[in-house]
């Protein structure tokens, strides 16, 4: 059997004739930059991320890029991230010439561990970007708490994690002071090339966020501050206008997809339930943890990614390919530990939770249409490994 890690034809199979005809409206309009479908995505959008405004922009890289920017980051000032995310998180600071400053994970999400947070703020620090990572909300409640503290400003890196639920019910994105999201193709909610967009609730940074996307100009051909061209095409917005409608539907498969993985998984290879966060006899493969599943609300967990991690990773992951089975690692280099960041010299004991992640870790196929016992023969692969 294969089962692919992704397979994007299975979705774009369910919608072909309604995604094709927004693209040849888009087409026949000629209303190629921003516009009307641009306009229509942002409404949606501002209103299921439980935010006032939201605003389109060319990648959710740009999207993080364009927020620091708003806040006026300058060189030498520094933002705190976890060293555990995507590279564009600690990328974007690093652009700007400002300083990332790296947290180390929790043990149970993998999202930056907030009670290591406060020790690294200084007078220079100048934001906190939180990373929802796999399609869970971070700890917000103690990281806003942190930050209102020192008054600094949070900015939600929620790439991974559209429409997902704290604990509060709130979505993320909405919490901080701007939130941030992709839909390149992997993300749950995916466009047919790069795009992104940025959130927020309040009026005066919503209406530098939207010049800055376009140059920092208003009106036209004046420019108050130096923007970029950060803006959205109206194709992908067109895409994406069709597929939203089917976001809360995937999001749904996807957890019950990673309900499946956790039942067969018991059933096959293990003795415990899941979010055990120690390797031992019994427990040679530990599951992912939603961690705010006990709050009834809906959304806990978006299953962007289903990450378990196994202490023979690596032979593991040659062993599925072997198998037809399809896995990667997110993330095998953890930011204190990237060439580019050689110059923060970083302790890389100071990160034991991150670099056991990094060396640990592996990610599963967990995509809506995935059929069940397409699962159930991962699960026995990976248990046939493990148990010889
Ligand atoms: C995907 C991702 C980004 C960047 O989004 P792009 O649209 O690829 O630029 C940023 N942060 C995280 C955590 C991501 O997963």
């Known amino acids: 059997m294969q089962v692919p890690l992704l397979d994007l034809r299975a979705q774009y199979q ?22 009307k479908e641009v306009d229509s995505l942002e409404k949606t959008l501002a209103d299921y991320c439980d935010s006032k405004y939201a605003v389109g922009v060319s990648s959710g890289t740009d999207a993080l890029l364009m927020a620091l920017m708003a806040l006026d980051i300058q060189p030498g000032d520094e933002v705190i991230l976890p060293t555990y995310s995507f590279f564009a998180t600690a990328g974007v ?16 999400s993998f999202n930056i561990n907030s009670a290591l947070i406060e020790e690294k703020i200084t007078e220079k620090t100048k934001a906190i ?30 790439a991974q994690a559209i429409g997902a639920q704290y604990k509060n019910g709130k979505r993320v994105g909405s919490m901080g002071l701007i939130g941030c999201f992709s839909f390149y193709p992997t993300k749950n909610l995916g466009a047919f090339g790069d795009g992104g967009l940025v959130t927020t609730n309040d009026e005066q940074m919503y209406i530098k966020l939207k010049q800055m996307r376009n140059h920092g ?53 293990l003795s415990e339930a899941p979010g055990i966060t120690e390797f031992d006899a019994n427990n040679k493969v530990l599951l992912p943890k939603a961690v705010f599943a006990d709050s009834n609300h809906t959304d806990n967990h978006i299953y962007n990614q289903y990450i378990i991690r196994v202490e023979k990773r690596d032979e593991l992951r040659a062993f599925m390919s072997e198998h037809g089975v399809g896995s990667e690692i997110y993330y095998p280099v953890p930011f204190h530990r990237q060439e580019c960041f050689a110059y923060l010299n970083c302790n890389d004991e100071d990160f034991p939770i991150a670099n056991a992640c990094a060396e640990t870790s592996i990610a599963l196929p967990i995509y809506p249409e995935l059929a069940k016992e397409q699962i159930e023969y991962v699960v026995k692969v990976i248990s046939n490994f493990i148990n010889p």
């Not at 600071?93 to 149970?108: E, G, H, M, T, Y």
């Open 129 to 158: 970007i939180p990373v929802h990572l796999y399609g869970q909300s971070a700890d917000l409640d103690e990281i806003l708490a942190i930050a209102n503290r020192h008054n600094i400003p949070v900015i939600e890196d929620g």
């Open 14 to 35: 369910s919608l072909k004739p309604e995604l094709e005809k927004a693209i040849l409206n888009v087409a026949e309009t000629q209303m190629l930059i921003l516009g």
């Open 93 to 108: 600071v690093a652009r700007l010439n400002a300083i990332p400053v790296f947290v180390d994970s929790d043990p149970v």
């Open 217 to 269: 100009m208003e009106p036209k051909y004046h420019h108050k501050f130096v923007g970029g061209n950060f803006r959205l095409d109206a194709l992908q917005a067109a895409v994406l206008n069709v597929k939203f409608p089917h976001l809360h539907k995937w999001h749904q498969a996807r957890r019950d997809n990673a309900t499946l993985y956790n039942k067969y998984f018991k059933q096959y290879c």
